[in-house]
């Protein structure tokens, strides 16, 4: 019964990144996506990074453009980097005030910290047509239009909210997971 709530949970995940930018799926168009994205990464080198680009044409056929697409793939994968970051505090607020063992862990998370940092401002910097919009536009003329595209997208911050909720749930499903395995 977990596994099914999680599976629903990673749905509603995809409709909320789809809703951040102004598009519109069902829940069942996220469940196939979900578990199909995630049976690919299995096998492939990346895992879920790279599975991201997989399984977009039934989406391509209800009207949405690869380009939406992408924007909100990157989007899911994003939140749930960020997530993972945000569960992580407690645990290592912990570790820090009870002096257990931290040395590897301490680094590797303020190296995570910084890798979601920069990806925010580079989404932020890339909507706003900022640093990151010229400098690809400079090296890349011919990506143009698909920033274009991005960036006249309306950027819904309630359905993003409502995203990173939903992947906070998630993680908490993801530690009773492993909590139900240890026992």
Same mark, same amino acid.
């Given at each position: ?10 749905? =509603?995940?995809?409709v ?26 299995? !096998?492939?080198?990346?895992?879920? &990074?790279?599975?991201? &680009? ?17 924007l ?22 912990? =570790? ?20 979601? /940092?920069l990806?925010?401002w /580079? ?8 640093? %990151? !919009?010229?400098?690809?536009?400079r090296?890349?003329?011919? /990506?143009?239009l698909?920033?274009?595209?991005i960036? /006249?997208?309306?950027?819904? =911050? ?6 990173? =909720? %939903?992947? %906070? ?10 909590? &139900?395995?240890?026992r």
């Open positions: 019964s977990i596994t099914l709530v999680y599976c629903f949970f990673h749905a =509603l995940m995809y909320y990144s789809f809703k951040s930018i102004s598009s519109n799926i069902n829940w069942q168009d996220g469940l196939k996506l979900f578990l199909k994205r995630n049976f690919v990464s299995v !096998f492939l080198p990346g895992g879920g &990074v790279t599975s991201l &680009v997989f399984f977009s044409t039934e989406l391509e056929k209800k009207g949405i453009s690869k380009t939406k697409i992408s909100a793939s990157y989007i899911y994968g994003l939140v749930g980097l960020f997530t993972v970051f945000l569960v992580t505090i407690p645990a290592i607020i912990f =570790l820090l005030f009870t002096h257990k063992q931290i040395k590897g862990d301490l680094p590797a998370f303020i190296v995570l910290a910084l890798i979601i /940092a990806l925010i /580079a989404s932020i910097s890339l909507f706003k047509k900022g640093w %990151v !919009f010229k400098k690809i536009i090296y890349r003329p011919d /990506a143009e698909i920033l274009e595209e960036t /006249a997208s309306n950027f819904s =911050l309630s359905a993003f909210v409502k995203n990173v =909720l %939903v992947s %906070v749930c998630i993680e908490l499903l993801g530690i009773l997971h492993l909590i &139900v395995a240890m």
